[in-house]
């Protein structure tokens, strides 16, 4: 995922964590999780995330770690 995408989205609107996790109905430690590519989005949270910072999905997240989530399907 490119993290920095969404980081740089979330700090463009000038909002915290703690803003965009409300705004989204999830927990600042999920969004941080995701932020870190620790955990990827639900395709919900993923879409939510777009609408609320006015991008849209491909462009916050075109670059999943497809490898990462083979790996973790045939673990």
Excluded: C
Aim: no cysteine.
């Amino acid at each position: 995922m490119r993290r920095e995408a969404l980081i740089n989205a979330r700090k463009r609107k000038n909002m915290t964590q703690d803003q965009l996790a409300e705004a989204v109905g999830i927990s600042r430690a999920y969004l941080s999780n995701i932020e870190r590519g620790a955990y990827p989005p639900s395709l919900r949270v993923a879409q939510a995330l777009a609408r609320v910072l006015g991008e849209s999905t491909d462009v916050l997240f075109n670059t999943f770690d497809a490898q990462k989530m083979s790996k973790q399907n045939t673990a």
